[in-house]
């Protein structure tokens, strides 16, 4: 059971937008800022989004993030087939000293 | 260019202990402001923090597993090893190393994982 909650799964066709949602708690989302991973499978975890909305370079600007309280969310607009993977949520938690992950969302391009 | 790479055993035995080594380019944990962690993924499961070990050699543990792991480092040989003692089976998994960037904030519940190694695959089984 991770201390962040995702979605499992979430999927879209081609061009259509999508949201991934992130839930947690007062002592890490709500504390600290929210980072998002893409992960293709056998591949390992990229940054996709820092600090809450922050895009690192070369990350392209479908990709955003933002954050209100204890949740957050990742928006991807104009799905593309390349974008299917699996996205996860991170942050820092005061109460366990430490990151923590969400379970993942495995996105499917239909 | 940040580049970094596991290695390690493939297979343990359980109750043994697993040493996995982090060789990094591109940045020195002799420099401030720098650190670098470790990350596992069970087959199929999600992400889940190890440890965490900054330029000053100050330490974070994750505390389901702080008993069994300790994590150290080599600033002249740009390596960071892990140990984790008493393996089992659950322990399966690849395991990442990850530069751990500050980007600016002395807050290090601030700083984040920006670049990972490629990870390597550990098997726990008799």
């Known amino acids: 059971q991770s201390v962040l909650t995702q979605p499992p799964s979430a999927s879209g066709t081609p061009g259509q937008s999508v949201a991934i949602s992130c839930s947690g708690s007062r002592s890490n989302i709500g504390t600290f800022y929210v980072y998002w991973y893409q992960q293709v499978p056998g591949t390992a975890p990229r940054l996709l989004i820092y600090r809450n909305y922050v895009r690192p370079s070369g990350v392209p600007v479908r990709f955003s993030g933002s954050k209100s309280g204890t949740s957050a969310s990742l928006a991807i607009s104009g799905l593309r087939s390349e974008d299917e993977a699996h996205y996860y949520c991170?942050?820092?938690?005061?109460?366990?000293?430490?990151?923590?992950f969400g379970g993942g969302t495995k996105l499917t391009v239909l | 260019q940040i580049t970094l790479k596991e290695s390690g055993p493939t297979l343990v035995k359980p109750t043994q202990t697993l040493t996995l080594t982090c060789t990094f380019s591109?940045?020195?944990?002799?420099?401030?402001?720098?650190?670098v962690g470790w990350i596992r993924q069970p087959p199929g499961k999600a992400l889940e923090w190890l440890a965490l070990i900054y330029w000053d050699d100050d330490k974070r543990y994750s505390p389901s597993l702080k008993n069994r792991l300790t994590t150290a480092k080599d600033t002249s040989k740009n390596q960071v090893v892990l140990t984790m003692t008493n393996l089992d089976p659950v322990d399966t998994g690849t395991y990442y190393c990850a530069h751990y960037e500050q980007n600016g904030d002395a807050a290090r519940s601030n700083w984040y994982f920006d670049l990972w190694g490629r990870g390597t695959l550990v098997t726990v089984s008799s």
């Open positions: 991170a942050t820092w938690d005061d109460s366990l000293s430490g990151w923590v």
């Open positions: 591109g940045f020195s944990l002799g420099t401030t402001g720098v650190g």
